[in-house]
Nanobody, 123 residues
Framework: VQLQASGGGLVQAGGSLSLSCVAS????????VGWFRQAPGKEREFVAV????????TYTDSVKGRFTISRDNAKSTVYLRMDSLKPEDTAVYYC?????????????????WGQGTQVTVSS
C-alpha cells in the first residue's frame, strides 16, 4: 500500500488548510488511518486518527476543536481539515495506515506511511 499526502502550503495564522491522504488500493479500508506531524528539531508527534469506518476519532489536545479528520473509503481517502491554524502547527504532516481497525496514538502501530506534506503557518 502506498499513501500519498497532499494539500499542504503556506497560510497565515487563523487560516485553514485541508490535507488529503490517498491510498493506492482499497485494502486499507479496514484499517485506521492517522495523521502525524514533525516540526524542525522535534520528534514526530501524533495529531489525529480515524477508525476504519469513521466511527471513532481521536485528537491530540493541542488540535481539538480546530482540526477534523474524516474519511471516504469509496475514494480510499482520509482528510484532515485544519482551521484556526497557529504558527506552532507548522510541520511536515504525514498520514499513516494503522495495523488495526481502531487506531493508535503510537507511531510504531502504523505500517505504511505517506511521504509528508509541508504546512507552514505564518504569524
Amino acid at each position: 500500500v502506498q499513501l500519498q499526502a497532499s494539500g499542504g502550503g503556506l497560510v497565515q495564522a487563523g487560516g485553514s488548510l485541508s490535507l488529503s491522504c490517498v491510498a493506492s488500493r482499497r485494502t486499507g479500508s479496514n484499517n485506521a488511518v492517522g495523521w502525524f506531524r514533525q516540526a524542525p528539531g522535534k520528534e514526530r508527534e501524533f495529531v489525529a486518527v480515524i477508525s476504519w469506518n469513521g466511527g471513532r476519532t481521536t485528537y491530540t489536545d493541542s488540535v481539538k476543536g480546530r482540526f477534523t479528520i474524516s474519511r471516504d473509503n469509496a475514494k480510499s481517502t482520509v482528510y484532515l481539515r485544519m482551521d484556526s491554524l497557529k504558527p506552532e502547527d507548522t510541520a511536515v504532516y504525514y498520514c499513516a495506515q494503522a495495523r488495526g481497525a481502531l487506531g493508535s496514538l503510537t507511531s510504531r502501530d502504523y505500517q505504511y506511511w505517506g511521504q509528508g506534506t509541508q504546512v507552514t503557518v505564518s504569524s
